[in-house]
């Protein structure tokens, strides 16, 4: 089994900035993709920013420029800078990791909340 666990989340003001952790623990064997997801109220669940094991990564649009993926892989974690941060950012945002563990599956975080307001 593995578990993701998520971290950094909380209140912000428009402008500020978080970082978001997410590390994985487990029968892992090595670990493809790893990125974030994010949902906000009444939205569907959108891809916010990816990296592959080489060092890939790929963002929306919405991002691009303000938020930086980047990983760990001797930790197995990943993690989301978040800059300039606007209100419709605001979300619960999601970890998802695609490990080989014997099989080869995606498993998904718990969520951590992303509030940014004045």
């Known amino acids: 089994q593995v578990q993701l666990m998520e971290s950094g989340g909380g209140l912000v003001q428009p402008g500020g900035s978080l970082r978001l952790s997410c590390a994985a623990s487990?029968?892992?064997?090595?670990?493809?993709?790893m990125g974030w997801y994010r949902q906000a109220p009444g939205k569907q669940r959108e891809l916010v920013a990816g990296t592959t094991s080489s060092g890939t990564t790929n963002y929306a649009d919405s991002v691009k420029g303000r938020f930086t993926i980047s990983r760990d892989n001797a930790k197995n974690t990943a993690y989301l800078q978040m800059n300039s941060l606007k209100p419709e950012d605001t979300a619960v945002y999601y970890c998802i990791a695609n490990v080989y563990g014997g099989s080869r599956l995606d498993y998904w975080g718990q969520g951590t909340q992303v509030t940014v307001s004045s």
């Open positions: 487990g029968s892992i064997f090595s670990i493809n993709r």
